[in-house]
């Protein structure tokens, strides 16, 4: 994948929300489900946890790692026709670098491959698949290659490969044995196919694991208890995982623990049998049977708003079930002043309770609230769903009072987008939150989180790219700059780093300081630097351009750290150097930060010979007279500054290589008008 993955759209192509309603009509082929986000016992989840969940699983951290391999439930490879153990898989790895798994989608091929990657013990890293609708993009030369890392590549669902995808990863390969690095590549069988690769055996077929197996490992990992076993071996339990996606018996685990945790109940109940599984099968019964007995309005409004807002205070649950109300039926009703006794029995009839602690709502099912969410969403009219987006973007203000209420929100859209794969939620929110201090708070981890989600996350991350590229909304780009500094640049830093680029060349006044602070964040990750100081480089090149000014603005902000990390690399700095000292001269604004390289190279002798070397490439080109003449005045003022030996030595050796290159010049442009015309 190239540091810009996509190209940025011509802003005047088409209606930005015309591309907002495609990108929510997309539909993604393959839904790995491996961080679909549930609400078990009435509990919400801090969306900034669950971020930093996604996070950690996109990003490959080493407690993600851990916890796979703690769980991780051993499961057949089959090479050549004959069965290979996790052990031997890791053998083949070792050996030739790269290891191919071939599995069907949703059968936890992922976790597999992280299980192999996780016993070398060595930092990992997935690659970022292109987004459906892209062009191929696996190139050795944009691909990371570090030494000593583990790398993961998840081919494209329904994507099929060629033969230039095998050709790129047998370099790539070639590439990373010499650095002492893995690869780990997964695809499903005919994708892996039409690439024409002979047949190997480092290609290897995995299937998925026992669904009671990865039930026991999941229940045994997240709760020491051995009350349990009597639920567990219950042929009911047998019954719900014997078709099950990892993704699905992973849930189970959590639902029975969510069950089995509360107080007074018996450890294998029928009672607590029946609910198990009426949560796994997401209350689809007892709701049904709830709306035919609860025509009124006003419960299934509050019902709706409880289900978003769950945890929250039940008088706020209240306000917004009216505003809720309102915007359905057009009409206010005006319940506010409804007793405390009347909205216990409200919460009772939808199924809830009001905590005498602290007044708060609860459901007494666990998941229920997501599972509300669902059923409301599922066969609605499309206008039912058009004043329920409305709703969203609106309502934080009802009270302005509750600071939590714009992250259970958040939450409950974070939920929507990742377990039905609709972004179409997120375009009037972000609208309508972008410039309100109080409620980017909770915008950003919304974002981010949806953007690392793999069920809706390259939709996200088309959708950032759109705002970034096309948006006239100062405010929401610059939320874009923020989310894309935020845990995003873990899991996808070339990503990240495309559409703060394409920020950064529609820079404002009104937008550059995010964008500078964003790019600021992303040095801060030092994996990140080299193509960062590339991404500066390239904008300092361009003086007069929007992203002149952000580039001035972090070299200076970063001091020498900029060109040192040029230096280390070996970047290209001529035009950037050329365009800096170019008359009318140095920037004001950057002049302090020339003055520091000059003074590094002064007290490091292998620097200064790179830095004159990378200011005399600076020379050739329009006028190198008049660059000659900027470069004599700016180190002039430098030294003059203090008039001490090395510095005069150096610009004295700066000068002689200079002006040498600048008679060479002119001498080759005098031939070339010399030369007799043919």
Known sequence: MSTVDEPAPTPDVEDIEALEEQLATVQIREVSGLFALHNEGGMHQHIHKQVKGLRDASALSSDYVRRTLDTLVERKFQAFGRDVDSTEAERLLRAHHCLVLMGEPD??????????????DLPLEEIPA??????????????????????????????????????QLNSYVDKLSKLGSYLVVVATSTEWHATGAAVAENVLSVAAPSPRAVLLAEIRYRARRTDLQTLLDDQRIHSLIRQARPREVIRLAELILAVADVPDEDP??????????????????????????????????????????????????????????????GSPTGRYDISAAGIRELAKEVGAEVAEADGRLRFTRP?????????????????????????????????????????????????????????????????????????????????????????????????LNLWATKSSSTQIRQVVAEVCSSELADAYPRIALTRINNLAIRATDETAESIVTAVLRLWERPRLRRDVATKVLGWASERGSPAFGVATAVLTALGVEAIWVAYENRLPTGPALRSLLRPPGV?????????????????????????????????????????ITAVRGFTHEWQGRDAMTPRAAFRERLLERITVLGWETSAARKDRFDEPSA
């Open 130 to 167: 292109w987004d459906p609708g892209q062009p191929q993009q696996f190139a050795v030369s944009d691909l990371p290659a570090a030494a000593d890392m583990g790398y993961l590549f998840k081919h494209p669902t329904g994507v099929p490969a060629n033969s230039d995808f095998r050709t």
């Open 107 to 120: 059968t936890g091929r992922r976790t597999a491959a992280v299980g192999v990657l996780g016993r070398l």
């Open 587 to 627: 920037p004001e604004e950057v002049r302090e930060t020339l003055y520091s390289w000059l003074d590094l190279a002064v007290a490091d002798s292998v620097f200064a010979a790179w830095l004159v070397t990378a200011i005399a490439d600076a020379i050739p080109g329009p006028a190198p007279a008049l660059m």
């Open 367 to 463: 998941a229920y609230g997501p599972a509300v969410l669902d059923f409301f969403l599922k066969d609605r009219s499309d206008t039912f769903r058009m004043i329920l987006r409305d709703w969203f973007a609106k309502a934080p203000v009802v009270s302005r009072r509750s600071a939590d209420a714009p992250e259970l929100i958040a939450e409950a859209l974070l939920g929507i987008t990742i377990r039905h794969r609709d972004t179409s939620f997120l375009p009037p929110v972000v609208k309508a939150w972008a410039d309100q201090p109080s409620l980017r708070r909770a915008l950003i981890p919304l974002l981010t989180g949806t953007a690392l989600s793999p069920e809706a996350g390259s939709l996200v991350r088309q959708l």
């Open 268 to 329: 294998g109940s029928g009672q607590q049998l029946a609910t198990i599984a009426e949560a796994f099968q997401e209350w689809t019964e007892a709701l049904t049977v709830w709306f035919q007995q609860h025509h009124s309005a006003t419960e299934r409004t509050f019902l709706l708003a409880a289900a978003i807002l769950e945890n929250a205070p039940a008088r706020l649950v209240l306000r917004y079930a009216e505003r809720l109300g309102e915007s359905l039926d």
